[in-house]
């Protein structure tokens, strides 16, 4: 049976013969629109994210000290003393690392048992290779004239600077 004499159209008359030549023309400007708006905005996008990922390491940076610096145990002092340690440089490691002896000997005497948490820390400043942070952390305490835990509320602004590949504090100071 022939598909003119069944009333049907024949299936190529279903398929459009040709685009018009403006259609097309659009089609080209988004697609050239598309890579260079991509191109313009990739490099933002990466610088962001760096920017993004440092802040990460700085906060971390800033929270892993402030834990350090206000949990201590004095049955096991050393490796407290060794973790504030670790993330400090410059002025405020020669500090605490002078004060190491009479921390040592405060503590075993007081029977000092620290345990701290940090509630909120933020990026005050920051550019490639410096910072500084707003702490705000609490600890728990016990020693010979207090064996309840008594809460302590700490406010810390520390400075870091980047060390290689590392975010290492070098001040740290007590704030309202």
Known sequence: MDADRSGEEPVTALVPRGRPSWVVALLGVVVLALVV???????????????????????R?????????????????APSIDRVLAGATGDFK????????QL??????????????????????????????IVVADSSVTNVNAPDPQPRHYRLALDLVRSGDRWLTSGLEFVG
């Open 37 to 59: 708006g991509g191109a313009v905005l990739f490099p933002r996008w990466q610088d962001a994210r760096s920017e993004q990922a440092r802040y990460d390491e700085v906060l």
């Open 61 to 77: 940076a800033a929270t892993a000290e402030v834990i350090a610096f206000t949990t201590l145990d004095y049955r096991n002092i």
């Open 94 to 101: 020669k500090q605490f690392s002078s004060s190491r002896d």
């Open 104 to 133: 040592v000997e405060l503590s075993k005497q007081n029977q000092s048992v620290s345990k701290g948490q940090v509630l909120r820390a933020g990026v005050v400043s920051m550019d490639s290779d410096s910072a500084r942070v």
